[in-house]
């Protein structure tokens, strides 16, 4: 019984100490918000899709999908119409 409850915490630990480090390198990062974000209505999925524009890439917008098991991304380059757009 002791071995159990001595597994469990030290699993317990294992994942907090994770999650902590997983903060602690993102505590400083840029957040930004999508251009635009919306869902796909299919059969049996979820699909949530996220348009922006890369910080390192203003001439570009990157898609983002993701379902419930996948996650997808794609990047081009705008057309000049896009571009005076969001000036």
Known sequence: M???VLFSILLFAINA???SWSQLKSWM???IEPDVKYNIETE???VRVYEFTPLTDPGATCIMTF???KM???C???TDK???KTK
């Open 2 to 4: 002791k071995k159990i």
């Open 82 to 84: 896009a571009i005076v």
């Open 44 to 46: 049996g999925y979820n």
């Open 72 to 74: 997808g991304m794609y």
């Open 67 to 69: 379902t419930n098991e």
């Open 76 to 78: 081009f380059p705008k």
């Open 29 to 31: 990062n840029k957040t």
């Open 17 to 19: 100490n994770a999650l």
